[in-house]
């Protein structure tokens, strides 16, 4: 069974640099088949799609956080990570990694982890 | 506000049946891009409920069933269950912001 797994600070400075990682176990992130996706929910409100990456390294981001977001892929360590620059109080939420299935007018996400929260506050 | 609609709430009897509505555009749904479902219970993360528009994943009870039509797409939820209290959130793909869009959720409470 496929299983996702955030990691990463629970407490993040304004105007610094939100790092997540995410381990993904029971299955290869190498899988010429999916993407690996971030997607965030602030407290009490809808969820949001950050940004996703082929195990080649190619990603693709939301126009919305673009200049302030990279995602990369390591696939020896069967993970994928993510960095926010210039973070604000608006940034806090719960940080979600998921499989993303894109392919033709499919596009979504059906493995997800079980969510980190961060906390942006001095 | 969300590139795609849904109603901030619905309710229903144990039992019965109610249905949740998600609006696009000529970008995304009218657009050809296929419509995805996610339950999120309280605490929890997101799960996929109905992918392609109409597909359930395995395990995923037929009591819920998707469709689209058009700019729009809905999902039923037939003999309804105190544990189908969650917030359900549409998915898609639009073209012109070149992004995964989710509708702002809705949630359902259970008489």
């Known amino acids: 069974q496929l299983q996702l797994q955030e990691s990463g600070p629970g407490l993040v400075k304004p105007s610094e640099t939100l790092s997540l990682t995410c381990t993904v176990s029971g299955g290869s992130i190498s899988s010429n088949t999916y993407y690996w996706g971030w997607i965030r929910q602030p407290p009490g409100k809808g969820l949001e799609w950050i940004g996703s990456?082929?195990?080649?390294?190619?990603?693709y981001y939301n126009p919305s956080l673009k200049s302030r977001v990279t995602i990369s892929v390591d696939t020896s360590k069967n993970q994928f990570s993510l960095r926010l620059s210039s973070a604000t109080a608006a940034d806090t939420a719960v940080y979600y990694c998921?499989?993303?299935?894109?392919?033709?007018?499919?596009?979504?996400?059906?493995?997800w982890g079980q969510g980190t929260l961060v906390t942006v506050s001095s | 506000q969300s590139v795609l609609t849904q109603p901030p709430s619905v309710s229903g009897a144990p039992g019965q049946r109610v249905t949740i509505s998600c609006t696009g555009s000529g970008s995304n749904i009218g657009a050809g891009y296929d419509v995805h479902w996610y339950q999120q219970l309280p605490g929890t993360a997101p799960k996929l409920l109905i992918y392609?528009?109409?597909d359930r994943p395995s395990g995923v009870p037929d009591r819920f069933s998707g469709s689209k039509s058009g700019t729009s797409a809905s999902l039923a939820i037939s003999g309804l269950q105190a544990g189908d209290e969650a917030d359900y959130y549409c998915?898609?793909?639009?073209?012109?912001?070149?992004?995964?869009?989710f509708g702002g959720g809705t949630k359902l409470t259970v008489l």
């Open positions: 990456i082929y195990y080649s390294g190619s990603a």
């Open positions: 392609g528009n109409s």
């Open positions: 998915q898609s793909y639009d073209s012109s912001l070149s992004a995964s869009v």
């Open positions: 998921a499989r993303h299935h894109w392919s033709g007018s499919y596009c979504y996400f059906d493995y």
